[in-house]
């Protein structure tokens, strides 16, 4: 039997073509899809899908940039806080109020769904913000026996990181956005004794009248004055910041790697090793793919997929959902969920790319 598939995305983009594509190979009708901007004006489109049986899949929202500034409006509203402009290519402006406006998108789907019981979801809403908030995302993991990196929490500026430094005992740390995705705003932060210090990043520092703006580019920018660090940190934590254990990752070669698993239905289906020279291997910083089963012994492999089906567990109202993770010596760490995290065009596992694979197993 077909399964109508509706998709909440922005028509065009990569991941819609790839679905649509994927259908196609399996003889399927294509997914009706309804544009976020679309939905966010006017949510009784969503109404007509919703009242026949069928599936819906939720496609991030920020291939539209009207629809991130219509989340990020929405965010700047509910916060009681002056609007902003609408951010420029690559900025990083006001994480917090856009997820503020997305968390509130999701918890608005939610409540749309309950109202059409034979409708069915992908990935259910409230555990796509979850998956969001990347540092309440960690804490649900770690509540769930998960091994992650040892989080220090929430950092509110250069002075605040400096003293959680010196009360953890530690140099060097890994900075995250709590709302950033695919490395956005991600800082790799060490000190010595000497007092020197480093941050490598994907956030530029712009400074233009008196004012300082952060974009994300693909080119990693390094930084080693207090000067600097301290006008990148502060500026990322006013959009909110954490901080986590620097975790060391296995080596390849002369480069270093991490590793994604998508899980299909709890259990761990495609996987690929990001590999790269720099601190960050997301792989749309340039980096290369590898096999991971040739990287990893029988130990490693049995860890990474003994822990991405326990990680997937923890959100059992999701079906395609994406881990990343470092494993070394038969041990596994999670740094990461992706409610998002099937992007993967042409790798294969058991044969079909991960479009393919999902429709299967949904």
């Known amino acids: 039997m077909q399964t109508p598939l509706t998709l909440l995305a922005t028509a065009g983009s990569k991941r819609v073509l790839l679905m649509q594509a994927a259908r196609a190979q399996l003889r399927l009708p294509p997914a009706h899809v309804l544009e976020w901007r679309d939905w966010l004006a006017q949510p009784t489109l969503l109404d007509a899908a ?9 496609e991030p929202p920020g291939d539209d940039p009207a629809a991130h500034l219509l989340l990020l409006q929405a965010g700047c509203r509910l916060q009681d806080r002056a609007p902003v402009p609408a951010p420029e290519h690559g900025e990083l402006l006001a994480m917090d109020a856009w997820f503020a406006g997305f968390n509130a998108a999701m918890q608005a789907l939610a409540t749309q769904l309950a109202g059409w019981p034979r409708a069915r979801v992908v990935n ?6 979850l998956m969001t908030d990347k540092l309440a995302c960690q804490r649900h993991l770690a509540a769930h026996g998960i091994a992650i990196p040892a989080l220090l929490g929430p950092v509110h500026g250069y002075n605040h990181l400096q003293s959680l430094l010196h009360e953890h005992d530690l140099d060097r740390v890994y900075l995250k956005p709590r709302y950033g995705s695919s490395a956005s705003g991600v800082v790799a932060y060490r000190r010595n004794r000497a007092g020197r210090q480093q941050a490598t990043t994907s956030a530029t520092l712009s400074r233009a009248d008196g004012q300082i703006r952060l974009f994300n580019v693909k080119r990693m920018a390094r930084y080693e004055t207090r000067h600097d660090i301290a006008a990148l940190v502060d500026a990322l ?3 909110e910041l954490y901080a986590e254990a620097w975790l060391n990752k296995p080596r390849c070669g002369d480069s270093h790697y991490d590793l994604r ?4 239905g709890g259990r761990p289906a495609h996987r690929v090793a990001r590999i790269g020279d720099r601190m960050m291997t997301n792989l749309h910083l340039d980096n290369r793919r590898g096999d991971a089963s040739g990287l990893l012994n029988a130990a490693d492999l049995a860890a990474l997929e003994t822990a991405s089906a326990q990680a997937a567990r923890a959100f059992p109202a999701s079906h395609v959902t994406g881990y990343d993770l470092v494993v070394r010596q038969g041990q596994a760490h999670v740094l990461e969920a992706n409610a ?4 993967l065009p042409g790798l294969l596992w058991q044969g079909a790319d991960t479009y393919t694979a999902q429709l299967n197993h949904v």
């Open 237 to 239: 934590a006013a959009q």
């Open 261 to 264: 698993v998508v899980t299909l």
């Open 50 to 58: 919703l009242s026949q049986p069928g599936l819906l899949k939720v």
């Open 340 to 343: 998002f995290g099937d992007l």
């Open 124 to 129: 259910a809403p409230a555990e796509i913000s």
